[in-house]
């Protein structure tokens, strides 16, 4: 007899350990489900037809920016054109949604990172977003380059680097294949020699880390796939054949689930 557990959907949560193996959880309302022991499995998505405000609660008819109804998005700091774009930090003007928000999170140490997730990218992040954020992003190797004072340092360094090196993950390309080995270690080299300037201006502290390999529960990958969501499949289920990034392989179709946070649905398993 089939599990059934129901209620609203919150983005995967991740457990990396010491040899890089991932393991994943998916809350949903007050449960949360573990997800490797799925791999392999069947399991059932039912939407429910009802979308909840992460940030309010209000039921709502769409989300913005994964989750938020059109008012939070437009009120919250989290949603702010900044945290995309670093290098646009509005504080000093004043005018930061929430200062109290943005002094916690963005006005503390943050890191510039290289990692190999569709190709090469360059990306920063908080110290307590690693290695979640690359696992997020669907990256096979990773490296911290740099440490900067906060966000919005993290954010102008990044800027100058990525006319040279991809900012963006491809997510199908991502989903796809692994990429190819690449020596990150190699490439931080040419960019401490390259934007030296700027390292030097901002006070980055240039790391010395090694490249961590992830490993994501991966039992099979469909030679085709496409991609779906709950607007327009109210139902979705197969067989659990592997997880990366935020996306789950079920059968022959992927489904971003952070994308559907506040969705109210039942999994079955």
Request: net charge neutral; glycine share 8%.
């Amino acid at each position: 007899m089939m599990a059934k557990t129901k209620g609203q959907i919150r983005k995967m949560q991740v457990q990396v350990d010491d040899s890089g193996n991932i393991s994943y959880s998916l809350p949903l309302g007050e449960e949360k489900i573990e997800l490797n022991p799925l791999v392999g499995k069947k399991i059932k998505f039912k939407f429910s037809g009802d979308i909840y405000c992460i940030d309010t609660g209000k039921r709502i008819s769409k989300t913005y920016n994964n989750g938020y109804s059109y008012e939070s998005f437009l009120k919250l700091a989290a949603c702010d054109v900044c945290i995309v774009q670093p290098e646009k930090c509005h504080y000093h003007l004043g005018t930061c949604r929430e200062p109290l928000w943005g002094e916690s999170e963005c006005f503390q140490p943050h890191y510039v990172y290289l990692a190999l997730t569709s190709g090469l990218k360059v990306g920063i992040t908080r110290s307590s977003q690693i290695p979640n954020r690359w696992v997020d992003q669907g990256a096979k190797y990773a490296l911290p380059i740099l440490k900067v004072k906060n966000r919005y340092v993290a954010g102008q360094i990044e800027d100058a680097i990525k006319g040279d090196f991809n900012d963006k993950t491809h997510w199908k390309r991502m989903l796809s294949a692994e990429p190819e080995f690449e020596d990150l270690l190699k490439v931080q080299k040419e960019i401490v020699k390259k934007f030296k300037k700027i390292i030097e201006e901002n006070d980055a502290e240039i790391l010395e880390s090694e490249i961590l390999e992830l490993h994501f529960p991966i039992n099979e990958r469909p030679e085709k796939f496409k991609s779906v969501g709950f607007d327009k499949e109210s139902e979705v289920s197969g067989v659990l054949k592997g997880i990366k990034g935020q996306y789950l392989f079920i059968d022959d179709v992927v489904i971003n689930m952070r994308k559907h946070q506040g969705y109210e649905v039942e999994l079955s398993h």
